[in-house]
């Protein structure tokens, strides 16, 4: 069993920055994939970002340039920077844990979620 937990959310305004940290129980974290979704009101849950078990990093198109993915395994914990926010950007992050080789996109394939963290950027 994997604990996930998110931190880090917050209200920003437009063009501002914000740190999200996810950190997971247990000592085979550096096993996982480790990916960022998130669930705007109204709409379906949509991949952000993922930290594959080998260190590389896979962008969704709407963030690439604008946030930043890394993991430190030493400390069970991943960090997706948020830059250059929009009110589009608005919704719950959540973080997962996937056993799945390579850089998963889908919902299925991860089997650890975290409770989620807001994110409101305001206009």
């Known amino acids: 069993q994997v604990r996930m937990v998110e931190s880090g959310g917050g209200l920003v305004q437009a063009g501002g920055s914000l740190r999200l940290s996810c950190t997971a129980s247990g000592r085979t974290f550096s096993t996982y994939t480790i990916s960022w979704f998130r669930q705007a009101p109204g709409k379906e849950r949509e991949f952000v970002a993922t930290?594959?078990?080998?260190?590389?990093?896979y962008y969704e198109d709407f963030v690439k340039g604008r946030f930043t993915l890394s993991r430190d395994n030493a400390k069970n914990t991943v960090y997706l920077q948020m830059d250059t926010l929009n009110p589009e950007d608005t919704a719950v992050y959540y973080c997962?844990?996937?056993?799945?080789?390579?850089?998963?996109?889908?919902?299925?394939?991860?089997?650890?979620w975290g409770q989620g963290t807001q994110v409101t950027v305001s206009s």
């Open positions: 930290a594959s078990r080998t260190g590389g990093i």
């Open positions: 997962a844990a996937s056993t799945v080789f390579g850089y998963p996109v889908r919902i299925p394939d991860f089997d650890y």
